[in-house]
């Protein structure tokens, strides 16, 4: 069964980092770009970052660009998210998405990923 799952959110402090891990079942990392999006309620989903299936490309929106660092271990199928120097304004749900179509992600909120995951919250508070 193809499953994507996040997890690595939590609460921590304006200034810290958190890493969040997408764990891949049932597809390989190979055939599909991986995409992280943020939302909140009542919010427009925002795209991230997105890793290309090769591995080779990667893209960052400007908000997080020089804090977020998306990588993969092909070994556990998994994609993180290493998120640095964070700020109240990236509270929000985190989901991670796969595009099996073009090998490369896109940071669209309208981009129709094949596949997505259930989420894992991030707060940054003091």
């Known amino acids: 069964q193809l499953q994507l799952v996040e997890s690595g959110g939590g609460l921590v402090q304006p200034g810290g980092s958190l890493r969040l891990s997408c764990a891949a079942s049932g597809l390989t990392l190979d055939y599909y770009a991986i995409g992280w999006f943020r939302q909140a309620p009542g919010k427009e989903r925002e795209g991230v970052s997105w890793i290309s299936s090769s591995g080779s490309s990667t893209n960052y929106a400007d908000s997080v660009k020089g804090r977020f660092t998306i990588s993969r271990d092909i070994a556990k199928n998994t994609v993180y998210l290493q998120m640095n120097s964070l700020k109240p304004e990236d509270t929000d749900v985190y989901y991670c998405?796969?595009?099996?179509?073009?090998?490369?992600?896109?940071?669209?909120?309208?981009?129709?990923?094949?596949?997505w995951g259930q989420g894992t919250q991030v707060t940054v508070s003091s």
């Open positions: 998405a796969a595009d099996g179509l073009t090998g490369v992600g896109s940071l669209s909120p309208g981009y129709e990923y094949d596949y």
